[in-house]
């Protein structure tokens, strides 16, 4: 009688719209210490297997507001014992190319609180394929993508100029993406809604966020739906600029906390509520919505990756 009972409860969820699974959990701590950073990650439950990578931003200029590595250094290293991944750049900079990266990597300091440093797209690009997707039937990582078995996507969350708002989804599109020192640019690719790959094409901003989405999906179908990824966003120095300004605007509201989430479309929209929530928040919500920022989850959550439904659970 009971099973009949919850077979009949899932057929009138499905007939009414209503998922019979819950939303995915979303974990948040207001602490931003290396500590805190250990004990929102194990709150996911994820036990990272075999070759692990870090994804995290290594920063176009000592100004730039990523995250320094004292901070991850305890989980990075001493709790995963992980390499921290990158790609190049499709822009001129700092990081454009690999001599200059690998400069700026150890100079920030990312070399000394991991077990390696793996610029992807050292070697060239691989082709990954986009499913579902609309703007976007091919992605273009770096070749050494395929050599780890999970990825930790350890983002800075903060505002972009192009985007609106970067975190976990855009670090899983343009943060993988092969940069213009590849035949085929990922990044170039992404930013033209697959135009181009060898230069920078204008396109619609719709198509642009939506092309984030579609390859952030594709990065996730690689890695076996998903199961090979945990997501993590810091929300500190919460300035309206990316990590990849050298010069970015000052922070103007105050510092918020960790989330992390298997969910990355989950994690970056409860980084986005948390922002609408805050009283000091007026310059990255400008931001935001300027560029229409939040279409890209939209976008992800239509196509079938990711939810922007969750459930937060604070930790302390």
């Known amino acids: 009688m009971k099973k009949l009972f919850f077979t009949f409860l899932i057929i ?11 939303a995915p959990i979303v974990f948040f701590i207001k602490d931003i210490t290396p500590e805190a950073l250990v004990k929102v990650y194990k709150a996911t439950g994820y036990k990272a297997e075999g070759k692990t990578g870090v ?6 200029s000592e100004k730039s507001n990523y995250l320094r590595p004292a901070l991850i250094k305890n989980l990075v290293k001493d709790e995963l014992n992980a390499t921290i991944v ?8 700092n990081r454009n190319n690999n001599i200059d990266h690998m400069r700026i990597a150890k100079e920030h300091g ?9 610029l992807q797209d050292a070697e060239g690009y691989m082709t990954i394929p986009v ?7 091919e992605n273009y990582v770096g070749t050494h993508f395929k050599d780890y078995d999970t990825y930790l996507i350890l983002s800075h969350f903060k505002g972009h100029a192009m985007g609106g708002f970067g975190g976990a989804v855009k670090n899983l599109s343009i943060g993988f993406a092969s940069g213009s020192s590849c035949e085929k640019s ?4 992404i930013h033209s809604a697959g135009r181009s790959t060898t230069s920078w094409t204008r396109c619609p901003q719709d198509e642009f966020l939506e092309s984030m989405a579609e390859a952030a999906k594709s990065v996730c179908d690689y890695m076996q739906g998903g199961k090979g990824i945990v997501c993590v966003n810091v929300m500190n120095r919460l300035s309206v600029d990316c990590d990849c300004d050298s010069s970015p605007a000052e922070p103007d509201m105050h510092d918020i906390g960790i989330l992390a989430s298997l969910d990355p479309v989950a994690l970056d929209q409860a980084c986005v509520d948390l922002v609408y929530s805050a009283k000091d928040s007026k310059s990255l919500i400008e931001r935001i919505e300027s560029r229409n920022g939040i279409h890209t989850l939209e976008h992800a959550e239509k196509i079938g990756f990711g939810s922007r439904k969750y459930q937060l659970i604070e930790i302390k």
């Open 12 to 22: 009138l969820c499905c007939a009414s719209g209503i998922s019979a699974e819950p």
């Open 55 to 60: 994804k995290v931003s290594t920063g176009e």
């Open 86 to 93: 990158e790609c190049n750049t499709a822009y001129g900079g």
């Open 110 to 118: 990312f070399l000394d609180v991991a077990n390696g440093f793996d």
């Open 131 to 137: 499913k579902g997707g609309v703007r976007l039937k």
């Open 186 to 189: 990922g990044k170039l690719n």
